[in-house]
């Protein structure tokens, strides 16, 4: 089966600008996740869908980070604006309902705000 | 709430010999626990995973990890390294139900293996 696209798979903006990302994920998964990825961490969830719907968002920030997920298939993660300490991997991930919670992630978006 | 600590940010080991990557984790419930693995520029790959059934579980890569739960521990191991396992690991536990599951990550552990 195809893997987690993502896209783009790098970018840099300056601050105060704003910024997309793209993830369509494997067919037939329900739950898509959006992580961020800061140099020298663990991966932090953003963002939960099951389907089209908001599973849990209590990490995104909210001000500047929005995420859609319309149809239930893919999804787009904005930045508005950006700021320095965004600069990071966004990983997608998608899993199927009732798998035991075994993710499937794309390779990510490594943003770097100058 | 459930957390994962992973001791050791970085670990060299040569090439042959054992490895051992380090991971607790708090939980009130059983967990599912996973190793996932991180190779330069690329998403995190699934190792193995826990969820309940035998304490020690094979994975892929020669790897295994043992389920303890008096000591609440998840350890990777391997018994020969090769240099294609340099990479970053990380050990994450599932919480959520109804097959809304989210991982909580430890911070990982970075593997160099050493010619």
């Known amino acids: 089966e195809a893997g987690v696209a993502q896209s783009p798979r790098y970018k840099i903006i300056e601050k105060r600008q704003s910024v997309a990302f793209w993830c369509n994920p494997i067919?037939?998964?329900?739950?898509l996740y959006w992580y961020q990825q800061i140099l020298g961490q663990g991966p932090k969830l953003l963002i939960q869908?099951?389907?089209?719907?908001?599973?849990?968002d209590s990490q995104l920030p909210k001000d500047r980070f929005s995420a859609e997920r319309l149809k239930g298939v893919d999804s787009t993660l904005k930045i508005q604006p950006a700021k320095l300490e965004d600069s990071a991997v966004y990983l997608c991930a998608s899993s199927r309902t009732g798998t035991g919670g075994v993710y499937t992630f794309g390779s990510g978006t490594r943003l770097t705000v100058v | 709430a459930q957390s994962v600590t992973q001791l050791g940010s970085h670990v060299s080991v040569s090439e042959g010999a054992l490895v051992l990557l380090r991971c607790n984790y708090s939980?009130?419930?059983?967990?599912?626990l996973f190793w996932y693995v991180q190779y330069p520029n690329q998403g995190l790959q699934l190792l193995l995973k826990?969820?309940?059934?035998?304490?020690l579980v094979k994975g892929i890569n020669g790897f295994e990890a043992e389920f303890k739960k008096s000591e609440t521990s998840f350890h990777l191991t391997k018994p020969s390294a090769h240099m294609s396992d340099a990479a970053e690991y990380f050990c994450a536990v599932s919480e959520g139900t109804s097959g809304t599951y989210k991982y909580i990550f430890g911070t990982g552990t970075r593997l160099k293996v050493l010619a």
């Open positions: 826990y969820t309940s059934a035998a304490t």
């Open positions: 869908f099951q389907n089209n719907g908001v599973v849990d």
């Open positions: 939980s009130s419930v059983p967990p599912y």
């Open positions: 067919s037939g998964h329900a739950t």
